[in-house]
């Protein structure tokens, strides 16, 4: 288990994938910088808002490219034979290249986030202003919101290519799931709210995502940016059913993922 666990580590540090989307979170963190210097009066708080934005999207991508590499490519080139060969089981196989993805998406957050945290001190040059963002424990926080967040695309991701005959479905798969579990929470508060007064679409749309938040996760309920921002703590038990939904969701994902995988044949 551990021997796939390191081996899509190596791979996934190699490919090239890792590197392109690499350089594009950091390019995406230079713009969170010179963002800065479109606000006056909050620079930092702006930066930091860009940067997270960007930080999510990057990590989103690489553990959707990462999957792509370690399982789906194994399984549509046939190569996974050679794999399953060794005396492991096959969910031991999984299980070593979502322990390898997870590696990957905490060393990835870890660096872009360090150079974030430094775009962010610069951003706005010597001016201090009013009300400061919180880069200590809230700022690390939120970057583990947006890992967990990326893990469970990841999860979903997987349990797709182990059932999947179309290698790029996937990844396609996984940037809706990412789009949609991120958009749920704000599409229900605001059907909730009335919808601006407008009773025909509260009607006609709140049935569907009712049943749609049994199929999906709130993904927003893991971004935890206002607090690294305007110091706006979550409170506890919001950030711990935050984190139980998400640990929840990926064992639920990565058990169905066994059973597909285990049934599976491969000619």
Partial sequence: MFEFALSGLRSGLRGRSFQAVFILGLLLIGAAYLSGYFSPRQPRTVALDVGLSGLRF???????FWVQEL????????????SLSYPVS??????????SVVLLSLLAALVMGLLLLLAV????????????????????????????DATMVAAFSLCIAVLSTVAVLPLLLG????????????TL?????????DAQMVGQFSPVLRISQWLLPDLSRLD???????????????VLWSVVM??????????????????????
Avoid: C
């Avoid at 399984?75 to 050679?82: G, S």
């Avoid at 998400?246 to 000619?267: D, H, K, P, Q, T």
């Fill in 121 to 148: 001190t610069l951003a706005g040059g010597a001016y201090a202003q009013e009300y400061q963002v919180q880069l200590g424990g809230p700022y690390w926080m939120t970057l583990a919101g947006l890992v967990l």
């Fill in 90 to 99: 096959r969910a031991e196989f999984l299980f070593g290249r979502l322990l």
């Fill in 175 to 186: 940037v809706a799931f990412a789009v949609g579990g991120k958009a749920l929470g704000a």
């Fill in 71 to 82: 399982v789906t490519k194994e399984i549509d080139r046939k190569i996974v034979l050679f």
């Fill in 246 to 267: 998400g640990l929840a969701y990926i064992g639920m994902l990565f058990a169905l993922a066994v059973l597909i995988f285990s049934r599976r044949e491969f000619v």
């Fill in 189 to 197: 508060d605001y059907l909730a709210q009335g919808a601006d007064g």
């Fill in 58 to 64: 990057a990590l989103i991508i690489l553990n959707l």
């Fill in 224 to 238: 935890w940016r206002d607090w690294a921002l305007y110091g706006l703590y979550p409170g506890h038990d919001a």
